[in-house]
């Protein structure tokens, strides 16, 4: 019978998924954050109020070599869950202004725009960290 070789260190090596270390998940969410953001304002400056072509893959390559972990699917992702996050929360917005305006019958006093009241919101949430 013939006996097996153990393997070398190299081969040990060839092994290993990844050489870097996995980042914090707060990292991760800062980093995508700030990223999410830019695109948002570009976005806005965009007269047809769409995000221009190119523009995530553009950050994804620009940023590969300080976050070897980010991919385009990942920084869209984050997106959607932060439109999503938004959207719930102005839904409550507009359940508690509907609440508020049965509350009040007399009309006496001025109710804050929506616009405004989900401002307000999205600046709590920010402060408290809920936000991503």
Not at 106 to 119: I, R, W
């Amino acid at each position: 019978m013939s006996k097996r070789k153990a393997p070398s260190a190299s081969a040990k090596q060839k092994h290993k998924r990844c050489s870097v270390p996995k980042p914090a998940k707060e990292t991760v969410k800062a980093a995508l954050n700030s990223m999410v953001l830019q695109i948002e304002k570009k976005k806005a400056d965009n007269e047809e109020n769409k995000t221009p072509y190119g523009t995530i893959t553009g950050f994804v390559t620009d940023n590969k070599q300080m976050f070897p972990w980010l991919t385009v699917n990942k920084i869209k992702y984050h997106m959607r869950k932060l439109n999503k996050k938004l959207s719930s929360m102005e839904a409550e917005i507009m359940d508690e202004e509907v609440e508020e305006t049965n509350e009040q019958r007399d009309g006496d006093a001025a109710m804050p725009s929506t616009k405004n009241l989900l401002l307000a919101r999205y600046e709590e949430t920010k402060h408290r960290g809920e936000l991503a």
